[in-house]
């Protein structure tokens, strides 16, 4: 059938599996333009390899650095007459491009809070790995099962302490409108951490070490973001907030423990989970116009390959004064900030279009589906059904 764009809300519905493997082509061709990177390790784990962050993190750990991956994630193949999730070809891609090389790429598809999804993965890692020595966390999910009590957790997007009204962009109808969120009860708060923080990072890296699937020297890596002020209410300092503060205070606990355990703070981009944040898809639209007119503009690609050249030093990590490895240091940049806070309380749905890089948003967010890829015929035919090896 001849794949479209389907959106409902701030999710595409529908991916496009040509368009997807060749995004994932795109990836690859740039981490190789690169040229070689430091050393780094050579049998990594992905918890959270499909899309986004996690995603770029495998494609530079086997591509710049020639790891053998296992990646954990949760997709939907392609039936009855439906396409697959983009995360489901993004991985079919990334498999054959792997394997092509001579690199073992391993699959994992279902529940990575879970314990059986964990025992399969160490079970993969013992039998073509040996052992691991990175383990990269980049869970993105709205709920959790907790393994042990069979507890269901479902993180909220909201404030702490007051309600908060904002400027926000509604990117179905191409408006900025004000949007009032009430505040987070402290069952929010806890629902939020368990779902987000460090307490299924922790269990994962504990049930590696049991099992003796973690080399000596392993270490791991979390994935957060911080952000400027305006958006500080609704993400740093609300719901997602606490529980990144549980993911770095994990980090912290394991690294006193002896297990060299860091968070990276990466850049605001255009990924499935950030296109849900009030504010977020505003605030991006503007970075993106100004760190392009500044020659600082990455996505997940450029981030983690930055990530892994300079920042990770193969076990040395450069940190801040928080322990924090920051990968967003362009973003923050003062000139740049003060960029964005010049043109915020200006942009109205007239001039959106106009002062701010929307049209890039929209661009990035169909991107992640496999849409407007140059090279790809989406007029022709597609095979929706696409084998992934395991």
Known sequence: MVVKPKIRGFVC???????????????????????????????????????????????????????????????????????ASAGWYNTAAFTAAAEKEGLFAGNINGDAFSNEIKQKTIDMIRDNLGQVDLVIYSLASPRRTDPETGDVYKSVLKPIGAPFTAKTLDT?????????????????????????????????????????????????????????????????SGTIGKAKEHLEQTAADMRAAGQPAWVAVNKAVVTQASSAIPVVPLYISILFKVMKEKGLHEGCIEQMTRLMAEKY?????????????????????????????????????????????????????????????????????STLEVEMDA
């Open 13 to 83: 519905i529908t991916s496009h599996p040509e368009g997807c493997a060749a995004h994932i082509q795109e990836q690859i061709d740039y981490v190789k333009s690169q040229g070689a990177l430091p050393e780094g390790p050579k049998r990594v784990l992905v918890v959270g390899s499909s899309t986004g962050y996690g995603l770029s993190s495998r494609i530079v750990s086997a591509f710049g650095q020639g790891a053998g991956t296992v990646g954990v994630f949760f997709e939907r193949p392609s039936s009855n007459g439906k396409t």
């Open 172 to 236: 179905d109808k191409k408006k900025i409108v004000e949007q009032a969120i009430e505040p987070a009860t402290e069952d929010d708060i806890t629902n939020t951490t368990k779902v987000m923080g460090g307490e299924d990072w922790l269990l994962w890296m504990n049930a590696l070490r049991d099992a003796g699937v973690l080399a000596d020297g392993a270490a791991t890596l979390a994935y957060s973001y911080i952000g400027p002020e305006v958006t500080f209410p609704i993400y740093r």
């Open 313 to 381: 030093q193969s076990g040395d990590p450069r940190v801040d004064e928080q322990g924090l490895i920051r990968v967003d240091d362009k973003e923050m940049q003062p000139d740049v900030q003060a960029a964005v806070r010049e043109i915020w309380p200006t942009v109205t749905s007239e001039n959106l279009e106009s002062i701010t890089d929307f049209a890039s948003y929209q661009t990035e967010f169909l991107r992640l589906f496999g849409f407007g890829i140059n090279g790809v015929d989406y007029e022709a035919e």
